[in-house]
């Protein structure tokens, strides 16, 4: 039995359901009993076309548990005007699914949990164990997820932006258990792409590609983060990188310019650079200036302004740093380290303290207070 | 989603509004207080929030290492100097916001005379992982 088959198989099957118009719950329940008469019948009896048999044994298990239900024969007879069988051939079911996942109306918690499970065909205990939370907990997420969403139709195409979102959210979780969610997100950011025409759709599965190329080199064997400028670029995944910068240039070609676009040409810059110091800093400014131009984010700006400091000098950066508000995160670390290249040692040591006691994560954290201690120490000497 | 650390003090926390010992409330005003924090975790499980929750004993001690060989040394019978943390709840929620909003429900808890305690709670952000995306 291919499980890896019914995997891939089963988010397409709850999409046909689901837009016939079974309740999400029920659809998913009814879709478990595909599955596991799946597993018992297929081994002696394999089917011709897999994912038809689902969506048949799906639908009769969907009618039959609707029937039985005596308070919703209204219901019945609505689902018994439905045709029966074969999907409409102009509507792609799983597309629908993302933009189901995706509502406007469920938290980004929610909607990542619901993307993960019905598009994903993750289990609960899967998607709990990546974001270190109980299984019940999850399980809640989901069910209330499904409650929020159901009787939802879809009639007319929902937000690209919403579904791009979500899965940039899945892709930026950096936990990774027995799913990993980065690998995840770019799979289902694949799927995606190949469904919907949207250079936005193409500029996001660029960006996780050149991003993920580079996650060997990105840490060291004991966790502790390397900067990009002494990663070793012989352990970046070239291929991904030439897949996520062919992508993007086709993207770029269509002349349709989004944020996700433009993150990712910042990324292949860095990508293409044979070493630090040829980095194309000049360029990478000028990504950030329609970054900035596209999303008025103070994180861009930020970023900006180390782009400045590495092609205008470190005064330079510290202008444009002079500019941002100091309680955004991570400014006291850019300012720290624009210090450093300036030569200013003491204020750069304060400065790295300062960052590592207002970081959010561990191995960020470790890293600046190494960088302060490692200053504190050359003073001392 | 974040998690956050809401920490209830039994001693080091700035007092409460309704400030009286738990020993001199009724045992009805006892049992309401005990349902209230079990009814805001059942709450938090079903909004899917909850990651755990534990009540820890008062007793506590310093524990210090003394040197090769010899037993550690415990800070001795003078505990009721010290911050004392009466348990805690770890939540994982969509943000800052939310996790002071639950923070302050959960200090409206009832105590003497069926009252609010306005007890002060710690709410404390978890490190993370670093997100794939930094650079």
């Known amino acids: 039995m291919d499980e890896s088959l019914l995997r891939s198989l089963t988010p397409g099957v ?8 079974a309740d999400f719950a029920a659809a998913e329940d009814a879709v478990q009993d595909a599955l596991v008469e799946a597993v018992r019948v297929w081994p002696a009896d394999p089917p011709r076309d897999a994912k038809g048999w689902l969506v048949t044994v799906a639908w009769r298990r969907f ?18 005007e439905e045709p029966a069988s074969g999907p409409a051939p102009a509507v792609d079911d799983t597309l629908q699914l993302y933009f189901l996942c995706a509502h406007p109306s469920l938290t980004p918690a929610s909607a990542v949990a619901l993307t993960l499970r019905a598009v994903g065909g993750l289990t609960t205990r899967q998607i709990a164990r990546a ?6 907990t999850m399980a809640q997420r989901i069910s209330r997820a499904k409650r929020t969403v159901s009787g939802v139709r879809f009639d007319r195409p929902g937000d690209v932006a919403t579904v791009l979102r979500v899965l940039y959210l899945v892709f ?15 799979r289902l ?16 599965l660029a960006l996780m590609l050149l991003h993920h190329a580079r996650r060997a080199a990105r840490t060291a064997p004991d966790g502790s983060l390397v900067p990009l400028a002494e990663q ?8 991904a990188i030439a897949e996520g910068v062919g992508i993007l240039q086709a993207a770029l070609a269509r002349d349709r310019l989004g944020e996700f676009q433009a993150q990712a040409a910042v990324a292949a810059l860095h990508a293409d650079a044979p070493t630090a110091e040829e980095t194309d800093w000049v360029q990478i400014v000028e990504w950030y200036d329609e970054l900035a131009r596209l999303t008025d984010s103070p994180v861009v700006r930020l970023n900006r302004a ?15 740093l002079a500019a941002l508000d100091d309680s955004l995160p991570r400014h006291a670390a850019v300012a720290a380290y624009l210090h450093e290249r300036d030569g200013d040692l003491v204020t750069a040591a304060r400065l790295y303290a300062e960052a590592a006691r207002k970081a959010s994560s561990l191995a960020e954290r470790d890293h600046l207070t190494r960088r302060a201690a490692r200053l504190n120490a050359r003073g001392c000497r | 989603m974040a998690k956050y650390l809401l920490l209830k003090h039994y001693r080091g926390a700035p007092a409460a509004v309704n400030d009286v010992p738990m020993d001199r409330w009724t045992p009805e005003e006892v049992s309401a207080h005990m349902q209230y924090m079990s009814d805001f975790a059942v709450r938090l499980e079903g909004t899917g929030e909850f990651v755990d929750g534990q009540a820890l004993a008062p007793e506590g001690a310093w524990v210090r290492y003394d040197g090769e060989g010899r037993p550690p040394v415990t800070d001795g019978p003078f505990a009721e100097t010290k911050d004392l943390i009466a348990g805690w709840m770890v939540i994982d929620v969509d943000s800052y916001e939310r996790a002071v909003e639950l923070a302050g429900e959960l200090s409206a808890a009832p105590g003497a005379g069926g009252k609010p305690i306005h007890e002060w709670l710690e709410v404390r952000p978890f490190l993370t992982a670093p997100p794939t995306i930094t650079e």
Request: charged letters at 35%; proline letters at 3%.
């Open chain 1, 172 to 186: 930026n979780e950096g936990y990774s258990g027995d799913v990993d969610l980065a690998t995840e997100a770019i």
């Open chain 1, 63 to 80: 009618l039959d548990a609707t029937r039985a239900d005596a308070a919703r024969r209204r219901r019945e007879d609505l689902v018994d």
């Open chain 1, 14 to 21: 709850l999409a046909v359901l689901v837009r016939r118009g």
């Open chain 1, 306 to 320: 180390v782009a400045v400091g590495e092609a205008d000098g470190p005064r330079a950066g510290l202008a444009a």
């Open chain 1, 189 to 204: 950011t694949r799927q995606l792409a190949a469904r919907v025409d949207h250079p936005e759709v193409a500029g996001l």
């Open chain 1, 131 to 136: 974001y270190l939370v109980p299984e019940a």
């Open chain 1, 232 to 239: 070793d670029r012989g352990r970046w995944d070239t291929r």
